[in-house]
């Protein structure tokens, strides 16, 4: 059974996360994805949808800094993107501080 | 049940994590884990459901929903309904026996929304989950997390809703229990409820121009107390919410709809309206759709409409 009452981690790393022409960024833990900081941080630079990887909205491009990913569906994120450091907010942990550019979401 | 269809019999879910996926349906909603096949496929029951399995879940690399079954009354029926279906021009593909585990043959068709759709008549049934079949108890204990009763219907968004309706009504023998149409003269059919005995729907479609796209899998639960009790439940294992809890003026349930962990849409709902086939369709004007989809809102948030897998 899942229980999240699980002890906060207070050593999770944070980092800084920078939104390209965006005055104002947020701080992502590495045990949170990139989205779910964002909206903790009461910001809206990326469209907000199934927060799993499954619809496409999220879409981003990192140009700097380095993450972690989870799978993401193949009809939203194509061969070749994530090289490029393109990916579902969602599905991406912070490893560094980072830039990013949100995209248009895709169908 | 006009003509032998009795009822949804499963539908099969893409995820791109099994094990994610198995402890979203189970832990979280508290369905069975009853088989697992050679394809790796997973094989889940509510616990009031008499057949062995009514979710599958398969790995892949995008979310989105394989397929949904119907159950008819028996393999006469089954085709009798694939010679309406050869005859009304639409295409069928014969899936032999025990392609899914324990189940019967399948007859395979295409609606024009792009949705795939089964037919069968035969699965091996265990009956419900945890009690006796002589002398039931109320409920089992041991049952996992909102203890979802049933799979309900599928809400599914796709080209040609009105198309897809006849082929339901005329070739299936479904009921139009609740529509949405157009406020002018046209009075086009943009949504559209579908049962086959006394429930608000069994299936649903929602015009939209992209064919084959998956809205949400519903799962029933008894009281408004069971819904606010899944809400806990989102919260305390911080699931991705959708909206709720709400009521809708369609079908007047009270709901909640969240994500599994690969996008994909699950709503859990309680009471609603009923249908009989003297029933004229429940009708809401597109206009007022706000209201008809959230009833205490009125107003449609853009994730509704635009997130599907």
């Not at chain 2, 046209?186 to 069994?202: C, E, P, R, W, Y």
């Not at chain 2, 064919?211 to 806990?232: I, M, N, Q, Y």
């Not at chain 2, 009923?274 to 009125?298: C, M, N, S």
Request: hydrophobic share 35%.
């Amino acid at each position: 059974m899942i229980n999240n009452n699980k002890e906060c981690d207070q050593a999770a790393r944070a980092h800084q996360i920078r939104v390209v022409n965006a005055s104002k960024g947020f701080v992502s833990r590495e045990d949170t994805n990139l989205l779910v900081s964002m909206e903790r941080a009461n910001q809206s630079h990326v469209l907000v949808g199934c927060r799993g990887g499954g619809c496409g909205k999220c879409r981003i491009q990192v140009l700097e800094g380095d993450y972690q990913s989870k799978k993401m569906s193949r009809a939203h994120i194509h061969p070749g993107e994530p090289e490029q450091g393109i990916v579902l907010a969602c599905r991406i942990f912070a490893r560094s501080d980072l830039t990013i550019q949100p995209l248009a979401a895709e169908h | 049940m006009k003509y032998g269809v009795m009822r949804p019999g499963h539908v099969q879910i893409r995820v791109l994590d099994l094990d994610e996926a198995v402890r979203h349906y189970c832990d979280l909603m508290g369905m069975i884990e009853m088989d697992r096949d050679d394809q790796g496929r997973v094989y889940l029951k509510a616990w009031t459901e008499v057949d062995k399995y009514s979710v599958v879940l398969k790995e892949s690399d995008e979310a989105g929903m394989d397929f949904m079954a119907f159950k008819v009354v028996s393999e006469d029926v089954l085709d009798t309904l694939r010679h309406k279906l050869v005859d009304y021009g639409v295409a069928v593909t014969d899936l032999p026996a025990d392609e899914l585990k324990d189940c019967g043959r399948r007859v395979r068709f295409t609606a024009p929304t792009g949705h795939q759709f089964e037919l069968f008549a035969s699965k091996l049934q265990t009956g419900k989950w945890g009690i006796n079949k002589v002398n039931p108890e109320a409920w089992p204990r041991g049952l996992q997390g909102m203890a979802v009763t049933r799979f309900d219907h599928c809400l599914l968004y796709g080209p040609d809703v009105p198309g897809t309706t006849r082929l339901f009504q005329e070739v299936l023998g479904f009921d139009l229990g609740e529509r949405v149409i157009t406020p002018d003269d046209s009075q086009t059919l943009i949504g559209s409820f579908l049962t086959v005995g006394m429930k608000a729907h069994d299936v649903a479609f929602i015009e939209h121009a992209e064919p084959g796209k998956f809205h949400h899998a519903s799962f029933f639960l008894e009281t408004w107390e069971d819904v606010l009790r899944a809400a806990d439940l989102i919260s305390m294992t911080d699931t991705p919410i959708d909206i709720g809890p709400t009521r809708h003026g369609l079908t007047n349930g009270r709901t909640i709809y969240f994500f599994d962990p690969s996008g994909n849409r699950s709503e859990v709902f309680a009471n609603g309206n009923y249908h009989y086939p003297d029933h004229e369709p429940v009708t809401w004007t597109a206009d007022q759709l706000g209201k008809a989809i959230f009833y205490h809102d009125r107003v449609l948030n853009e994730r509704f409409l635009t997130v599907l897998s």
